[in-house]
């Protein structure tokens, strides 16, 4: 009988540490599910400089990559402000301790970027024993997070981003897919994860692109695979219109067209619809908005009149990624105002005015949405049908990277340091 018991207690540990490690990690931009939900019970509500921080420690460089965490490792990329070296970084997250810091690229005469951006905007992507750094035509790499040894580089992979690198790289099965998509020839690419090598490329079709003016064929997207009726998709929200790949191929499977360039928003997957983010809709040869658009997934081709659910275009973000949380959309525009709408009509509930401008996507941790303005300022709030604030705090310095939640702490970068807060 004790015998028995002594085994159900260890299976029953083992369950629990698996379950507390498959939570413990943060592996892509917006999470291991990229859906913007953080897999924790708990979760800071109340801080500032001086206030339940755990840790702060300086960020060499510049950069607006947001962190990610495996086991007790954090990683992000930062690069000298002018473009001439790149770097990675990984700390101790217990204590902060800087474990790694090294260069990885230089370049004698970078392109120029845009002013809001940075040189290191791409998140990591890290999985047991490899992460993977993207700097766009900058250079990609993989590194051993136990030797801290370069295992490939890629640096042939070319770009005229014209306003920078800012596309993350996000893993899938066997491969690592990158988008390089600037004002010539834009392209996605899948990598062999473990090699480096090209599995696939496919380059946006010339017919539709070539006889665009070159600054509307940017994007600065990140893309995300689903599965629908058996079909492994890569959603990517290319500049004028949105692909769906064949992931395994490059195949494109279908398209709906929008126009214009400058996405960055990542799309999003819920309850069998896609919802993706038009970048900007020029008015006069002006920005003047962006479109949400929610798509049905299942067509074949040009489904732009056939599978197109709901379009809102009424202070739709153009850089934050919305969340959706209870068939809840919420999403805080640029410059601060926050709309909540129905996710399945598009119909808009509410609408909250937040101070400041935004960059960093909104994340949802333990029962609250987490809002950070590019000056710091953290406003907290509860889903539902009003907007109901729970808590406001504060960091020093700019913010533009998206935040990271692991075992009931936050993790969170500004344009000098990173902090753990509790």
């Not at 490792?73 to 990675?88: H, K």
């Amino acid at each position: 009988m004790n015998s028995k018991l002594s085994i159900l207690i260890f299976l029953l540990t083992f369950v629990v540490a698996a379950c507390q490690n498959k939570t413990a990690n943060w592996t892509h931009f917006r999470g291991s599910n990229m859906d913007g939900h953080a897999e924790v019970e708990k979760a800071p509500l109340h801080w500032s400089e001086a206030d339940n921080v755990v840790w702060k420690v300086p960020v060499k460089g510049q950069g607006w990559s947001s962190p990610v965490v495996f086991g007790n490792q954090i990683w992000l990329t930062s690069a000298e402000e002018d473009g001439t070296q790149f770097y990675v970084c990984c700390y101790d997250l217990d204590s902060g301790e800087l474990m790694l810091e090294k260069t990885l690229f230089t370049a004698e005469e970078p392109q120029r970027i845009h002013s809001t951006n940075s040189y290191a905007t791409p998140t990591p992507c890290i999985e047991k024993g490899k992460v993977y750094v993207h700097y766009g035509t900058f250079g990609t790499a993989c590194i051993d997070t136990k030797s801290f040894d370069v295992l490939w580089k890629r640096e042939d992979l070319k770009c005229d981003h014209m306003q920078g690198p800012a596309s993350s790289p996000i893993l899938y099965k066997n491969m690592l897919i990158v988008h390089l998509e600037g004002t010539k020839d834009p392209y996605v690419v899948a990598l062999d994860k473990t090699t480096g090598e090209t599995i696939w490329k496919s380059v946006r079709p010339a017919e539709i692109y070539d006889p665009l003016e070159p600054v509307y064929r940017k994007s600065y997207q990140t893309p995300i695979v689903i599965n629908v009726n058996g079909k492994e998709l890569l959603i990517s929200n290319s500049a004028y219109m949105c692909f769906a790949h064949d992931v395994n191929t490059g195949e494109v499977v279908w398209t709906i067209t929008y126009g214009y360039d400058s996405t960055v928003s990542q799309p999003l997957y819920w309850n069998g619809l896609v919802f993706v983010n038009s970048g900007w809709i020029f008015e006069d040869n002006k920005p003047y908005f962006t479109r949400q658009y929610a798509i049905d997934p299942t067509g074949t081709g040009d489904v732009t009149e056939t599978h197109v659910k709901w379009m809102y275009e009424d202070e739709v973000p153009q850089i934050p990624t919305p969340v959706i949380v209870d068939g809840r959309m919420y999403m805080v525009h640029d410059r601060g105002m926050v709309t909540c709408l129905d996710a399945m009509t598009g119909k808009p509930i509410w609408k909250e005015k937040l101070k400041g401008n935004f960059n960093a996507s909104p994340i949802y941790a333990a029962g609250n949405i987490y809002f950070i303005s590019v000056k710091g300022e953290c406003t907290i709030a509860k889903p539902g049908d009003t907007f109901q604030k729970v808590a406001e705090n504060d960091l020093d310095g700019i913010v533009k990277a998206t935040p990271a939640f692991v075992g009931g702490k936050m993790i969170i970068r500004s344009d000098k340091n990173l902090y753990l807060i509790k």
